[in-house]
């Protein structure tokens, strides 16, 4: 039986960037897909390659200083890297939306939410006529009580897992086959961040789109990711399924980002650190 194309396929992507010191590699020969309705979590420290890459799937990156030395990146069997500004403003939002970890400063603060979330949709969904139903549709999906009032809220008036909450909500009103979440949930305490990691695996259910989770907290992809790659110093040094992953990790640095999380009731005085240098 033959196997679906991916929603997208990344195959041995290089990204490096011209600095005062020369040329970077942040990314190095990086490959990877992820099916219809597949969520994959790319876990790694900051500094590793992660925002790099998933900012490069829409090519957000600014050219320069930042150049795709090699690789593809295959949308829907489109390669993103030849596309064209009209091609690429259509996936931006429409097809492939982001929400970042630090909501107060990804929204607008002299918009309300509504003005937000209606541009959103009247950008990537023009036959919407009533756009205040929908604006309202999509707060109240994403769980916010009272979403025709909290609507006409200005970002700094929202709690930062209500603010969360609107920019999962502006994503979702486009209606995307694929939702990148970068750190959803870094900014948060840890009792919103479990409740926008639900909310996340309701939606994932919910509408069957695809998710890529960008992580350095192994904790929270448990119940919701499927495929986990790692990257370490631009490259992925680990992927397989995540229950292989979290179950038998085989790279010394996945297996100590795995010790890095925190285990309730267990009594030890200081949390594991990394050594970076013995890892190579």
Request: proline share 6%; net charge neutral.
């Amino acid at each position: 039986m033959t196997q679906p194309e991916p929603l997208l396929d990344v195959r041995d992507l290089t990204i490096e960037f011209a600095t005062e010191r020369g040329v970077f590699e942040a990314v190095k020969q990086v490959s990877f897909t992820v099916g219809k309705g597949e969520t994959l979590a790319i876990v790694g420290e900051s500094g590793s390659g992660k925002s790099v890459t998933a900012l490069s799937l829409t090519r957000l990156l600014p050219e320069p200083p930042a150049r795709y030395k090699s690789g593809s990146i295959l949308w829907k069997g489109q390669d993103v890297l030849k596309m064209d500004s009209r091609h690429l403003r259509a996936i931006r939002g429409g097809q492939m939306a982001y929400i970042f970890q630090e909501p107060s400063t990804s929204l607008n603060p002299v918009f309300t939410i509504r003005n937000q979330i209606a541009e959103a949709i009247k950008l990537h969904r023009p036959e919407v006529k009533d756009i205040d139903a929908e604006v309202i549709r999509w707060l109240d999906t994403v769980g916010i009580v009272n979403p025709a009032q909290r609507m006409k809220d200005y970002p700094h008036q929202l709690s930062g897992g209500m603010q969360q909450r609107a920019m999962i909500a502006m994503a979702l009103s486009c209606q995307p086959d694929l939702l990148v979440a970068d750190e959803p949930t870094t900014a948060l305490d840890v009792t919103i961040q479990a409740q926008i990691m639900e909310e996340l695996r309701g939606l994932k259910q919910r509408f069957g789109m695809s998710i890529i989770l960008i992580t350095h907290n192994f904790g929270i992809i448990g119940g919701i990711a499927d495929q986990v790659a790692v990257m370490f110093r631009g490259k992925i040094v680990e992927h397989g399924t995540a229950a292989e992953v979290l179950r038998n990790p085989q790279h010394p640095y996945t297996r100590a980002l795995i010790d890095c999380i925190p285990k309730p009731g267990a009594r030890v005085r200081r949390l594991a650190t990394i050594n970076h240098d013995a890892l190579g």
